[in-house]
């Protein structure tokens, strides 16, 4: 199965960086990955914004992929729920997986419409390019369990 990170906006911070690009590379062992960033709308209007970026979102989207979005409002996991819930969708033929993570003000109606799944990495809100960070660890955490690998601790 592929996965695919749509993310809004760039990681700026370089250590945040060095951080993603670490567990890109340790990903590629097991999962065919890759990520998009679409553009930030800026200004004074957070709807337009969230529309908007959530537009660009969906236009990084194949009519076949299994939408999660990343959503405080969401479900948590444990990093055990994530693994199982990866490894069901990977047996059951799933293609690709596709968690987006949205801009400032969050997602669109249509955006939240289209994805299977909602998914909060806590009930803290975190900077985006911490949530990037932290879905490319958990990711990482979940296919090291899914394979008995020494890793989880």
């Known amino acids: 199965m592929k996965i695919r990170v749509v993310a809004v906006g760039k990681i700026r911070e370089r250590y945040l960086a060095d951080a993603t690009a670490d567990f ?30 959530s537009a660009r979102i969906l236009d990084a989207l194949e009519p076949n992929d299994v939408l999660w979005l990343l959503d405080r409002t969401g479900s948590e996991l444990s990093s055990e729920e994530l693994s ?36 909060s990495l806590s009930r803290l809100t975190f900077l985006h390019e911490w949530a990037r960070a932290i879905v490319l660890e ?13 890793y989880h601790n």
């Open 24 to 53: 890109r590379k340790r990903l590629a062992r097991y999962f065919s990955y890759d990520e998009i960033e679409v553009g930030s709308s800026h200004g004074s209007d957070p709807e337009r914004a969230m529309r908007d970026e």
């Open 84 to 119: 199982q819930r990866i490894t069901l969708l990977a047996d059951s033929g799933t293609k690709r997986l596709v968690l987006a993570i949205g801009g400032a003000f969050g997602a669109s109606v249509q955006l939240t419409a289209r994805a299977h799944f909602r998914w």
């Open 138 to 150: 958990q990711l990482y955490r979940a296919a090291k369990i899914a394979r008995n690998e020494p």
